[in-house]
Structure formats: structure tokens, C-alpha cells
């Protein structure tokens, strides 16, 4: 069963339980999927839905941010119940240990001197984490690692 079909389930599950914004949250990543498909003109491949999944989970942190500064306590829960539902469609995240290690493995991969090589570390690396982690933490373990 694909990712797609996974949140079309979740949707009618849903649906059935009476979770408003479950609903709610899914039919926005439904909709934010159909408009990628349509600009795509084919259908969405695995990686592009989870893609879609994280980009949507980054514009609430950001929401999250602004709605804090400007004292919105309700809207930060509401953002904040939204990336709970939205990360339970992430491929599961690695830890700050074993991202640790793949960025040694990387350095010493590309023979990596300082800071300057941070771009060819990172090109190695993406594709290893695949994106099972947050890019501000492999950014920060690799700037530590290189300086």
C-alpha cells in the first residue's frame, strides 16, 4: 500500500470517527498533492509525496514561530496538532547518533579539509540520510565536523 493510498485510508477513517481536524489536515495534503500532480502532469512517485508531507510540515513550524511571537496560543495548538498528523507520514526519522555517523562517513568520504568542503560533504550526504532527518541538524553536525 503506497503513501497515497495510506492518507486516502486515513481520510476516511477519519471521516468515520468524527475527527474534524484530522479531516481537515489530510484534505489540505490531499490537495497540496493534487496541485503537485497536476504541475507534474504525471503521477506523484513516493518520494515526491513525502517531499510534498515535509513542506507542508515546514510551512506550520514556520506558522508555529509566528503565531507564538504574536501570542495566538490557539493557533499554535491547532499548527502544532497539524505536523502531528502530517510527520505520522514521514519515513521514520534517524537519530542525532547515526546522523552523526553517516556525516563522518561522509567527510571521510570526500577527504574533507575544513569548512570550505561543507558543499561536497552535503551533496555526498543527502542522499544517504534521504531525507530521514532534519537538514538545520545535518547542517549543524556537518559545520561542526568541518570546523
Known sequence: MGLRD???ADVKGALKSGAKNKVSTLRMLNAALKNK???KRRPLTEDE???T???LIKQRKDAIEQFARGGRQDLVEKETEEVSILEAYLPKQLSREEVEAMVREAVAG???QGPKDMGKVMKALIPMIG??????L???LV???LG
Not at 531525507?131 to 538545520?136: E, F, I, P, S, V
Open 49 to 51: 509525496v513525502v517531499e
Open 131 to 136: 531525507g530521514r532527518a532534519d537538514g538545520k
Open 143 to 145: 559545520k561542526h565536523a
Open 53 to 55: 508531507v515535509r513542506s
Open 6 to 8: 495510506s492518507i486516502d
Open 138 to 140: 545535518v547542517s549543524e
Open 37 to 39: 500532480q497536476i504541475d
Open 110 to 112: 570526500t577527504g574533507a
